[in-house]
T-cell receptor, first 116, second 116 residues
Framework: AQSVTQLGSHVSVSEGALVLLRCNYS??????LFWYVQYPNQGLQLLLK??????LVKGINGFEAEFKKSETSFHLTKPSAHMSDAAEYFC??????????????FGSGTRLSIRP | DSGVTQTPKHLITATGQRVTLRCSPR?????VYWYQQSLDQGLQFLIQ???????AKGNILERFSAQQFPDLHSELNLSSLELGDSALYFC???????????????FGPGTRLTVL
């Protein structure tokens, strides 16, 4: 069974500081990995996804994530935080079964706050 | 705007009642997914439909059911409602064909259900 663990339900950083949101996954098969962002009162939006092409994945809004198989991690980073980055971030994993029934399993989320 | 619409935005009802949530996917998307987001359970996958047929089931209660119509819109029916069913219900859609990880899921704004 697949799962993701997001370390830290709440992360607070100062504007301009490095953002690091941690995600570790568990999968018996090579996974696909995703980061989604949820702004207040909105649905989820895909930030980036890892599908095995490159271990360093660049996403929207200056975010990137690195797939580290040895550490079973897929941490999300951004060099310099903006106030507009305040949101909830979800890490997710999917198996590579070639089926339209493939599911995505979401982590419990990390709320990112930005201090002025 | 993701292109996925959900109605209603808010729904307040009483225990024991039945409600129907509606979702219209993005134009051209054949897959529809339903998720439940609550404070204690996080984001849970409920069910997926693909071109009118049920394709995957997650943590969906027997009191809940869904269907996808020929015009591809989907409805989630929740019956014998309990206080614990209060949550945000999201619908997502993805492009025609292929597994979910090849096709980004686009989320709607959600329906907030409050059971009193």
């Amino acid at each position: 069974a697949q799962s993701v663990t997001q370390l830290g339900s709440h992360v607070s950083v100062s504007e301009g500081a490095l953002v690091l949101l941690r995600c570790n996954y568990s999968s018996s098969v090579p996974p696909y990995l995703f980061w989604y962002v949820q702004y207040p009162n909105q649905g989820l939006q895909l930030l980036l996804k890892y599908t095995s092409a490159a271990t360093l994945v660049k996403g929207i809004n200056g975010f990137e994530a690195e797939f580290k198989k040895s550490e079973t991690s897929f941490h999300l980073t951004k060099p310099s935080a903006h106030m507009s980055d305040a949101a909830e971030y979800f890490c997710a994993v999917s198996d590579r079964v070639h089926s339209s029934a493939s599911k995505i399993i979401f982590g419990s989320g990390t709320r990112l706050s930005i201090r002025p | 705007d993701s292109g996925v619409t959900q109605t209603p935005k808010h729904l307040i009802t009483a225990t024991g009642q039945r409600v129907t949530l509606r979702c219209s996917p993005r134009s051209g998307d054949l897959s529809v997914y339903w998720y439940q987001q609550s404070l204690d359970q996080g984001l849970q996958f409920l069910i997926q439909y693909y071109n009118g047929e049920e394709r995957a089931k997650g943590n969906i209660l027997e009191r809940f059911s869904a269907q996808q119509f020929p015009d591809l819109h989907s409805e989630l029916n929740l019956s014998s409602l309990e206080l614990g069913d209060s949550a945000l219900y999201f619908c997502a859609s993805s492009a025609a064909g292929g597994p979910s990880h090849y096709n980004e899921q686009f989320f709607g704004p959600g329906t907030r259900l409050t059971v009193l």
